[in-house]
């Protein structure tokens, strides 16, 4: 099932800068997107999300951009911090409180 | 804050024996779930639970499953009969309506199956 896809499995950058993720999908029912952060040994911890009525969603230093029409979207986070370091994880759903499709994973580094 | 709590942390079994994950979703929510993270692999819906039923249910969640409600604050997932392949992270999260869409997910519990 590749309906939620991340391409990068790792990205390295340093304490500062920008770091950023991609998602593609291609179930074009998806109508929510969301990014969770996940640690070793716990659950995943949600992020930030858009809908598709929208393109660009900011929540201090997280933004998550849609491009509907590439069934594609991004997380950028700015600037990156060393407890940023962590496995981060697109999810899409098709409504609200319906199933989650996760994509799998990129684990980002962020260096002092 | 609120939290999703799950237990036990780290379950060994044998395979063929039966196995029950719990769960105490946050209180005021209405929808929970069941999720897997396979080792390396992605995190998968298994089941959706809401107003006492199941909602929806994927491919992997066959017969040997079940999930319960058995009270105001529990859910629970049972498999019946343990499988080498049932070894996991098995993630409870749960959700209600509001101005946010996001499944708040508890730690997991960690399935060994030998």
């Known amino acids: 099932d590749q309906q939620v896809k991340q391409n990068s499995p790792s990205l390295s950058v340093q304490e500062g800068r920008i770091s950023i993720l991609n998602c593609d999908y291609t179930n074009s029912m998806f109508d929510y997107f969301l990014w969770y952060k996940k640690y070793p040994a716990e659950g995943p911890t949600f992020l930030i999300s858009i809908s598709s009525i929208k393109d660009k969603n900011e929540d201090g230093r997280f933004t998550v951009f849609l491009n509907k029409s590439a069934k594609h979207l991004s997380l950028h986070i700015v600037p990156s911090q060393p407890g940023d370091s962590a496995v981060y994880f697109c999810?899409?759903?098709?409504?609200?409180?319906?199933?989650?499709?996760f994509g799998g994973g990129t684990r980002v580094l962020v260096k002092p | 804050e609120p939290e999703v709590t799950q237990t036990p942390s780290h379950q060994v079994t044998q395979m063929g024996q039966e196995v029950i994950l719990r769960c105490v979703p946050i209180s005021n929510h209405l929808y929970f779930y069941w999720y897997r993270q396979i080792l390396g692999q992605k995190v998968e819906f298994l089941v959706s639970f809401y107003n006492n039923e199941i909602s929806e249910k994927s491919e992997i969640f066959d017969d040997q499953f079940s999930v319960e409600r058995p009270d105001g604050s529990n859910f629970t997932l049972k498999i019946r009969s343990t499988k080498l392949e049932d070894s996991a992270m098995y993630f409870c999260a749960s959700y209600t309506p509001g101005t946010s869409n996001e499944q708040f997910f508890g730690p997991g519990t960690r399935l060994t199956v030998l």
């Open positions: 999810a899409a759903s098709d409504a609200a409180g319906n199933k989650l499709t």
